[in-house]
């Protein structure tokens, strides 16, 4: 019951997005809705189950203010933008185009899925009732917060450059980006790890391996880093392929020659 009441919740938000971003002919705010997703259902999973206190206060806080920090974050740069649509729907748009509403509503509604997908280590930890932490959460805890802050400097470090730069062809090198072709990417991936290193004390906290996984599939393989790196070399050609050849794409690592 629990889980079907996230299900509703997800199928809400993004049916509304939906109709939303067909009003407004600019799809891009699905990334919106997508981070700030994350928030009502990790609330609603504190509160609904009956694990140890301490434990689903900490979790449903930790990743309610992520989701709404990176809801935040997309919000102002996807408002700030329209009704110019983010070019990775721009592509989507043009190859649609036959029932592109109801292509882009399967879409959504898969977005929505992989959320509730992703809240799996969430879920599973809410419903541990040991009442003291383990020192498994204790690390993936402090993973977590590592991976939140690198995430948030990666952002405003990117939202810097691009406030001060006025070449829109320029590619941020500064702080993380200089060692790291996609750093926010590689955060928010270290972000489910810690939360499955925090999911393993709880009964079948194993299956909890799935939601990291499939945040770096999707990250790795699908819509993360090669439709990015597809469209940056389109837009900045060699400039691009140089960054490329000295740039780690995902770990960040010490720049080469």
């Known amino acids: 019951m629990i889980l079907t009441v996230a299900a509703l919740i997800l199928l809400a938000l993004f049916l509304l997005t939906w109709r939303l971003s067909i009003r407004l002919d600019n799809y891009s705010f699905v990334d919106v809705t997508w981070s700030l997703a994350f928030a009502p259902v990790a609330l609603w999973y504190a509160l609904a189950h ?25 919000w102002k740069r996807v408002a700030s933008h329209h009704p110019k649509e983010d070019v990775r729907y721009a592509v989507l748009r043009e190859k649609w185009k036959v029932n592109r509403e109801r292509a882009f509503l399967w879409f959504f509604l898969m977005q929505g899925a992989l959320v509730w997908l992703l809240m799996l280590p969430v879920h599973l930890i809410a419903q541990q009732e040991a ?11 402090a993973l977590w917060l590592l991976a939140l802050t690198g995430e948030g400097l990666a952002d405003a470090q990117l939202a810097k450059f691009k406030k001060t730069n006025r070449d829109p062809n320029a590619i941020c090198q500064a702080g993380l980006w200089r060692y790291s072709r996609h750093p926010n990417y590689f955060f928010q991936s270290l972000l489910w790890w810690g939360l499955f290193l925090m999911a393993l004390p709880a009964p079948w906290g194993w299956t909890a391996i799935v939601a990291p996984l499939a945040m ?26 140089e960054y490329q050849r000295t740039t780690s794409a995902f770990v960040p690592w010490f720049p080469k020659r």
């Open 50 to 74: 009956d694990g140890w206190m301490p434990r689903r206060a900490v979790i449903g806080v930790l990743v309610a203010a992520w989701s709404l920090r990176l809801g935040l974050h997309l």
């Open 216 to 241: 770096l599939h999707f990250l790795l393989n699908v819509t993360g880093i090669p439709l990015t790196e597809k469209l940056s070399i389109e837009k900045r050609g060699d400039v691009y392929r």
């Open 131 to 141: 009442m003291e932490f383990h020192p498994l959460e204790y690390a993936g805890l």
